[in-house]
């Protein structure tokens, strides 16, 4: 017999299994088609800025933002992230600062030519205008650990991924607000949890300047894969007969097929 854990009043993901009812919404199949082709269009339209205006931008807009991405789903349902909103100039110069610094290095000698290679394209250099320009920098932070009041700490579980799908939501949000965004990893980015003064369990995942695109905003010319590059499906195969046939698509292996 499995013993039960006996449940620590200390730590708050410890509890029984109280089952409440689902609220769930089933659309119509227009509907469902429609808003998911319109999200589908307006996400593809999405562009990884790195020039912006200085012009504000409404606050509600970036903390609608964070209240989206904090509907993530996550390990343990731990909600293991913290983000911190800049838009004091002083400190978003002092993290500007630490950035470059770092990036100089990393450009200079630390990153491998092939890395470089990669990154030509894309046309980056070690200068960091966007995180002075831009009238936001939101600072993602992954909490390793849960740590209480009374210093009691426990591990979180899944910690990237859950900031991953959070980080996707939040990017998903601004753009839905006609927003820009950059997602940036200056590295290493320690300096972060310095300059921003959060705890020790806390680690810098993901810096994301916000606002509007520079008057002269330039992106490069790259486009995304194509869906049949990226999509796998695993369908039954009609008449069922051919079951086990395999019926092969690009990118596919023998037991997939790209029919939808
Ligand atoms: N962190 C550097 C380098 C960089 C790395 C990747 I991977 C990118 O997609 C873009 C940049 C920088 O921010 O410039």
């Given at each position: 017999m499995p013993t039960t854990p006996t449940v620590d009043p200390?730590?708050?993901?410890?509890?029984e299994y109280c089952p409440v009812p689902l609220e769930f919404d089933r659309l119509d199949p227009a509907t469902a088609l429609q808003r998911s082709r319109e999200f589908r269009d307006d996400m593809a339209r999405r562009r990884t800025v790195r020039a912006f205006s200085t012009e504000d931008v409404p606050y509600e807009l970036i903390e609608n933002a964070v209240a989206t991405a904090a509907t993530a789903p996550s390990g343990a349902h731990a909600q293991p992230w913290t983000f911190v909103v800049v838009s004091d100039p002083d400190v978003k110069a002092e993290v500007r600062a630490a950035a470059e610094e770092e990036e100089r290095r990393s450009y200079e000698s630390r990153m491998p030519d092939e890395w470089l290679r990669a990154l030509r394209r894309l046309g980056t250099?070690?200068?960091?205008?966007h995180l002075t320009d831009a009238p936001y920098v939101i600072v993602a932070f992954a909490q390793a650990h849960y740590v209480g009041p009374d210093g009691y700490t426990r591990k979180h579980y899944y910690v990237q991924e859950s900031m991953g799908i959070a980080c996707g939501l939040l990017l998903a949000s601004l753009h839905r607000a006609g927003l820009a965004t950059l997602t940036h990893t200056p590295s290493p980015m320690g300096f972060l949890r310095t300059i921003l003064g959060r705890p020790r369990n806390e680690r810098p995942y993901l810096v994301v300047p916000v606002g509007y695109p520079a008057p002269d905003a330039t992106v490069p010319d790259i486009t995304r894969k194509d869906l049949r590059d990226v999509l796998v499906t695993v369908a039954p195969q009609h008449p069922p007969a051919a079951r086990g046939e395999a019926v092969r698509g690009r990118g596919d292996t023998a037991r997939s097929s790209t029919r939808g």
């Open positions: 200390r730590d708050p993901l410890d509890g250099d070690d200068v960091k205008t």
